[in-house]
């Protein structure tokens, strides 16, 4: 799943190309994707309309159709946005697509488990994912203090914590494994159970983890910002290698078929034993 640094870059990217332009045909071999409440006909409907700026929503990318339209996408699991020539191969994952005079949009999905409204501006407060997020991950302002607070009313294991968008929106399963290595807290620590410190630790790395990997995004994803980049994680998915910080070997689980990558060694405890 494409997690905060990688649509900022997939955002910024689209920006410099389809901000300001029109769409002047349209597309779906698989219209059922897209959840629309403002036309029946998604295809029709969108043809003619203009691409504002493109925003971002915690994992929600929000592409202004002026006038009164709004496509958002939540590409959850399997989706992807490509951006390429209208000549370019088609994907058989191919759902719809957006076509300006020089290039199109293509929204892929691998097994249809992206979230796509179509809507008018005044109805974006019928999404509920939008409105019921917490802050968002890269958001500076956000203090110690109040990230302590937030984080209070949940007392269960700290990696299901941060993935929460509930709590923090913007991360999941591979950046929390990052964020917790880098902090050296075991992603099976009860939050509860973290001191002060510990805790400190975990914030600290939140922003130093995604500044430091949305600069190697961002030089090595466009323009196929349909692929995504992670082989330069330090631990998500590097079980049985060496930890880059101890040369422990990295461990790895995959409890509810979700991989968790933790070194023992940087970041004991935790996970009981049996
Ligand atoms: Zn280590």
């Known amino acids: 799943m494409p997690e905060i640094l990688d649509l900022e870059v997939v955002k910024d990217f689209l920006n410099e190309r389809i901000a300001g332009r029109k769409i002047v045909r349209a597309e779906a071999p698989r219209p059922w994707i897209v959840r629309s409440l403002a036309a029946d006909d998604f295809v029709a409907d969108v043809t003619g309309r203009t691409f504002g700026k493109v925003l971002r929503v915690g994992k929600d990318l929000l592409f202004p159709l002026d006038p009164d339209r709004v496509l958002v996408t939540n590409l959850m699991l399997t989706g992807h946005l490509q951006y390429c020539e209208a000549s370019a191969r088609r994907s058989k994952r191919l759902f719809f697509l957006l076509g300006l005079d020089d290039g199109e949009l293509r929204y892929l999905d691998d097994r249809q488990m992206g979230l796509i409204y179509y809507v008018r501006p005044d109805q974006l407060g019928e999404i509920k994912r939008l409105t019921d997020q917490g802050p968002d991950a890269l958001d500076a302002k956000l203090t110690f203090d109040e990230f302590k607070a937030n984080i ?120 009981i034993k049996n």
């Open 152 to 271: 209070r009313p949940y007392t269960g294991e700290i990696k299901g914590v941060l993935a929460r968008g509930k709590f923090l929106s913007g991360i999941g399963n591979a950046y929390v494994d990052e964020i917790l290595w880098a902090a050296r807290v075991s992603p099976f620590r009860k939050r509860k159970d973290l001191s002060d410190e510990e805790l400190r630790r975990v914030y600290d790395a939140i922003p130093e983890v995604l500044n430091e990997a949305i600069e190697v995004v961002r030089e090595r994803m466009p323009p196929n910002i349909h692929l995504k980049v992670r082989d330069f994680l330090k631990v998500h998915r590097k079980g049985g290698e060496p930890c880059p910080r101890c040369g422990a070997t990295v461990s790895e689980i995959t409890p509810n078929k979700r991989i968790t990558s933790w070194c023992r060694a940087c970041q004991p405890g935790g996970l």
